[in-house]
T-cell receptor, first 113, second 113 residues
Framework: NAGVTQTPKFQVLKTGQSMTLQCAQD?????MYWYRQDPGMGLRLIYY???????DKGEVPNGYNVSRLNKREFSLRLESAAPSQTSVYFC????????????FGPGTRLTVL | DQQVKQNSPSLSVQEGRISILNCDYT??????FLWYKKYPAEGPTFLIS?????DKNEDGRFTVFLNKSAKHLSLHIVPSQPGDSAVYFC????????????FGKGTLLTVNP
């Protein structure tokens, strides 16, 4: 039981490059989330998926797209990376959207040059 | 507009003493409050939560107090242990169709042996 896994752990991109951050959970959770954390800031919700087949924008969705590939997997795509997207990205999951406990992955540290 | 505020960036406490972490919020629609703990290079982990219909919730050494009239909550850790040293995030959520989960910027707690 690995919980929430994220790949890659680290990534360096040049401005304008694209990439996809992968997230998978093995807890049979319905809801999944993508957050970013910047220095001195709390976690900010980028997108979330209440259940398989649905996605919704969070607080800071601009510049990102998501895909809920199946119940286990929720990917985050940067189509044209910008330096402002340099951050640590966390994926999380919970049983239901309003469940109190969200389980977080270890994070992906992304640097955009 | 920061709707969840943790005004103390850091707190230092002696082992065995009480740690009190504070959090204020401005959105009266928040009806569920959570505390997460985060160690360096790891994802946040859920610690304790409280519903807006309660004013206190206790789990072992951790107690969360909610003062709705003051829009204030606090996390008490007693006795504090060196392993409690981490960043603590306060978060608040709204329910219903307008789901929102907002995190504070975090407080770095250091428990000195």
């Amino acid at each position: 039981n690995a919980g929430v896994t994220q790949t890659p752990k680290f990534q360096v991109l040049k401005t304008g490059q694209s990439m996809t951050l992968q997230c998978a959970q093995d807890m049979n959770h319905n809801s999944m989330y993508w957050y970013r954390q910047d220095p001195g800031m709390g976690l900010r919700l980028i997108y979330y998926s209440a259940s398989e087949g649905t996605t919704d924008k969070g607080e800071v969705p601009n510049g990102y797209n998501v895909s809920r590939l199946n119940k286990r997997e929720f990917s985050l795509r940067l189509e044209s990376a910008a330096p402002s997207q340099t951050s640590v990205y966390f994926c999380a999951s919970s049983e239901q959207l309003l469940s109190d406990t969200q389980y977080f992955g270890p994070g992906t540290r992304l640097t955009v040059l | 507009d920061q709707q969840v505020k943790q005004n103390s960036p850091s707190l230092s406490v002696q082992e065995g003493r009480i740690s009190i972490l504070n959090c204020d919020y401005t959105n009266s629609m928040f009806d569920y409050f959570l505390w997460y703990k985060k160690y360096p290079a790891e994802g946040p982990t859920f610690l304790i939560s409280i519903s807006s219909i309660k004013d206190k919730n206790e789990d072992g050494r951790f107690t969360v107090f909610l003062n709705k009239s003051a829009k204030h909550l606090s996390l008490h850790i007693v006795p504090s242990q060196p392993g409690d040293s981490a960043v603590y995030f306060c978060a608040a959520s709204t329910g219903g169709s307008n789901y929102k989960l907002t995190f504070g910027k975090g407080t770095l707690l250091t428990v000195n042996p």
